[in-house]
T-cell receptor
């Protein structure tokens, strides 16, 4: 069982609300990632971080923002949620170096109504 | 362009039968290839990792193969069980690049009694 946790698991909110999806890992991994996945579709990288105070945008454009103030935490924030943000958000982490495994959290299923 | 393609997109088999999932990639320079299992509503979990020099690797009823020359991998599941029903995702890592993880779209496997 991987030591990476996401909260909440499920979230239903109204349009225009600000939300933060939490992701924490206790493995001391430097690299952390956020992926967006629609049902039955592939994972798309939206943000990643190589360490504290390092954040980069991924391949898929996203209106969300992230921060990495501490190694263990990599929260994702939507300032004003819209129905188009409805999706599953998966957080992952990995050690630096080659042949390392990416460990995934359980995901947050977000529905914006 | 670095890409990972999986086939078939979906598969339905009877419990106890064997099946083989395919992954073709164009990722370069190649570092390693992992097969992940993703249960519905959960995060992916790594099944196997294949590096350039490895041709086959087993994990219980799962056997992965890699042909680095043709850039193809397969995941063979033996004596399928109902709990094997999930999406199987092929993930290829490149040796270089800011974002070096490339995901396939997955194969949705359904095992029926």
């Amino acid at each position: 069982e991987a030591d990476i946790y996401q909260t909440p698991r499920y979230l239903v909110i109204g349009t225009g609300k600000k939300i933060t999806l939490e992701c924490s890992q206790t493995m001391g991994h430097d690299k952390m990632y956020w992926y967006q996945q629609d049902p039955g579709m592939e994972l798309h990288l939206i943000h990643y971080s190589y360490g504290v105070n390092s954040t980069e945008k991924g391949d898929l454009s996203s209106e969300s923002t992230v921060s990495r103030i501490r190694t263990e935490h990599f929260p994702l924030t939507l300032e004003s949620a819209r129905p188009s943000h409805t999706s599953q958000y998966l957080c992952a982490s990995s050690k630096d170096g080659q042949n390392t495994e990416a460990f995934f959290g359980q995901g947050t299923r977000l529905t914006v109504v | 362009k670095n890409q990972v393609e999986q086939s078939p997109q979906s598969l339905i088999i009877l419990e106890g039968k064997n099946c083989t999932l395919q992954c073709n990639y164009t990722v370069s320079p190649f570092s390693n290839l992992r097969w992940y299992k993703q249960d519905t509503g959960r995060g992916p979990v790594s099944l196997t990792i294949m590096t350039f020099s490895e041709n086959t690797k087993s994990n219980g009823r799962y056997t992965a193969t890699l042909d680095a020359d043709t850039k193809q991998s397969s995941l063979h599941i033996t004596a399928s069980q109902l709990s094997d029903s999930a999406s199987y995702i092929c993930v290829v890592s490149a040796k270089t690049g800011a974002n070096n993880l490339f995901f396939g779209t997955g194969t949705r496997l359904t095992v029926i009694p």
